[in-house]
């Protein structure tokens, strides 16, 4: 019996032995024995790899040097290939680690490893060629990667982790193997230490809100690390009261305060803060906007109607108050945000009339004036607006009797009343007896010589007055009431009453003359314009009665009153009127 021991790498070979056999009588025997150790593959061995530990957030995380822990006595190391296999570090499914192939393996070879590790068949969908030609693995968890790669003929593993992961000690098995399929492996364990990442404010857009109201606004930030973390909200005013309640802020104004505030949100962990600012707007709340109409009775000059209305429609309740008298007006409901009331005034004078109206939010409190004015039938009387602009001067007899009308500006005209007019005088379906004279301060955005009163007639069709104009004031003469206003002048009016010398002069077939009817002289003047003879003869009657202020012509072809023909000779043109104005002018006819 020959016996050996197992034969190492180092022993491969061919060895000669000569054997000899002799018995207890001295004979003996030799033979050769031919011994041949022949090379066979060895596993290559993998030596122990040191843990892997990194900070989380790292890019390469860490790299080992894998051909240092691999020898293999039938191959260079630069012949080995590498597979990487990294565990799950959660039970959740799914559970399949992640595998990771170096430069040089095949088809098969994963095959092999997926089976070794998963201690199963892998099923078709895992094991087959993918449609693009690329071999198809298992989904598994990439929240740690094992990139393996050679360079300058030295194999390298690097670790990259995702980004905000972190792990204690998650199981990474290092498989080498060489070209003929022998393999030997280890495993590692690698610890990514958890990084505090900072927390991240979400942005806040500008918003705005209502005075008097209260606002809520979700905060919301991302913390990756789940950490606890805390909200803090300041305003750059103490108008604005903040307060917190887990991840909502409530922001509720001063009353009636109306603004704007720059709002910064701050979130906070234990060792980070971000912050985010928006600006928040608190917008006025619209108040009831109060208008109020005055209107006189055709017939009962005393009693008057009063129209208010919220133009806002915010008025939750109003009232209407005589500020002199301190009584209110009742009012009632006509309609949407309009009321309705009558009240009948003893004594001419200003008045003001205090409307007020409380809403939701806020309340208003307008008060307009409007003048009650006594018109005389026996005395002369003057009259004014409440802000005194706009007046009325007349004599006695304009009236039949004693009566008093309202004079008020636009403040007081129906809502709806869009002409333009600037005061009201009285009922526009009353006249006087005899014209008035009408005062209003001009526009002194125009020029004086350029505006005149205008009334609305009845036709609603605004109708220019003769009106003069002195020192910024505009005049006129008017018997009807009504709507007043400034418009553009286009009639001439002469201040006084005049004559002008006739053209030609002298004269064969015929002249022109000229003479103004002037506006102090008054309304509806008479007047008396005749042509006289040397001898005091009346011979031609120009005109003779009621005449209107302004300019008049007239064209004498030197005939008398009954068409005939008058001798060459001197005449006299003479002008008298009833407002004491007399005149007269001489005038040679040549034949």
């Known amino acids: 019996l020959i016996d050996w021991n197992t034969p190492l790498q180092a022993d491969t070979g061919t060895y000669n032995f000569n054997v000899r056999v002799a018995d207890e009588w001295g004979f003996s025997d030799t033979t050769s024995i031919v011994l041949t150790i022949g090379s066979v593959n060895d596993t290559p061995q993998v030596s122990l790899i040191p843990n892997v530990t990194f900070v989380e957030d790292v890019i390469n995380g860490d790299t080992l040097s894998l051909h240092q822990y691999v020898t293999d006595v039938d191959n260079d190391t630069t012949e080995i290939i590498w597979i990487a296999v990294v565990m799950p570090d959660s039970t959740d499914y799914p559970n399949y680690p992640e595998f990771f192939f170096g430069p040089g393996t095949t088809p098969e070879l994963e095959r092999i490893i997926r089976n070794w590790i998963l201690k199963e068949r892998v099923k078709k969908e895992f094991t087959i060629f993918g449609k693009n030609g690329s071999f198809a693995q298992p989904a598994g968890d990439t929240t740690l990667a094992v990139i393996i790669d050679t360079l300058n003929s030295s194999t390298f593993a690097y670790f990259v982790a995702d980004s905000n ?41 500008d918003t705005s809100m209502n005075e008097n109201d209260t606002l809520i606004l979700p905060l919301s930030a991302i913390d990756i690390d789940d950490s606890t973390v805390t909200f803090q909200v300041l305003s750059d005013t103490s108008a604005m009261t903040v307060s917190l309640n887990d991840t909502f802020a409530t922001f509720i104004p001063d009353q009636f305060w109306v603004d704007s505030t720059d709002i910064i ?22 108040r009831p906007k109060l208008a109020l109409s005055l209107g006189q009775n055709a017939t009962f000059t005393r009693y008057f109607e009063f129209i208010m209305t919220d133009t806002a429609e915010k008025a939750l309740d109003v009232s209407l108050t005589i500020q002199q008298t301190g009584e209110q007006v009742t009012l009632d409901t006509v309609g949407n945000f309009t009321w309705i009331g009558h009240y009948s005034f003893d004594t001419t004078k200003t008045y003001d009339f205090v409307m007020y109206g409380n809403a939701k939010v806020g309340d208003t409190t307008i008060t307009r004036s409007a003048e009650l004015a006594l018109a005389r039938a026996n005395a002369g009387w003057i009259a ?48 006087f007896a005899e014209p008035v004279m009408i005062t209003l301060f001009g526009d002194t955005t125009l020029a004086e010589e350029d505006q005149a009163l205008y009334i609305k007639s009845e036709e609603e069709v605004w109708q220019e007055l003769p009106t003069i104009s002195k020192n910024g004031i505009l005049m006129s003469w008017t018997s009807k009431m009504g709507y007043f206003k400034i418009g553009r002048k286009t009639i001439f009016i002469p201040e006084f009453t005049s004559i002008q010398q006739n053209y030609p002069n002298p004269f064969n077939a015929q002249t022109h003359i000229i003479y103004d009817i002037g506006f102090f002289g008054g309304p509806d003047q008479k007047m008396n314009f005749i042509i006289y003879n040397l001898l005091g003869q009346e011979v031609y009657r120009i005109a003779k009665g009621n005449v209107e202020i302004g300019r008049h012509e007239f064209i004498w072809n030197g005939t008398d009153n009954f068409g005939v023909p008058v001798s060459s000779g001197i005449y006299i043109t003479r002008l008298t009127t009833n407002s004491g104005f007399s005149a007269s002018k001489k005038m040679m006819l040549l034949k």
């Open 384 to 431: 004014s607006s409440s802000d005194g602009y706009f007046q009325v001067v007349s004599g006695a007899g304009a009236v039949a009797y004693d009566q008093p009308f309202i004079i008020v500006d636009s403040l007081l005209f129906p809502v709806n009343e869009k002409s333009g007019g600037l005061y009201r005088m009285g009922h526009p379906l009353l006249s």
């Open 265 to 286: 949100v701050i979130v906070s962990d234990e060792e980070y803060s971000d912050s985010t600012q928006f600006n928040l707007r608190v917008w006025r709340v619209p």
């Open 165 to 205: 992961y972190y792990v204690d000690g998650r199981e990474v098995i290092f498989v080498a193997t060489d070209p003929d399929g022998a393999a030997d492996s280890t495993n590692i364990f690698v610890t990514i230490t958890a990084l505090n990442d900072p927390p991240v404010m979400a942005v806040m857009l």
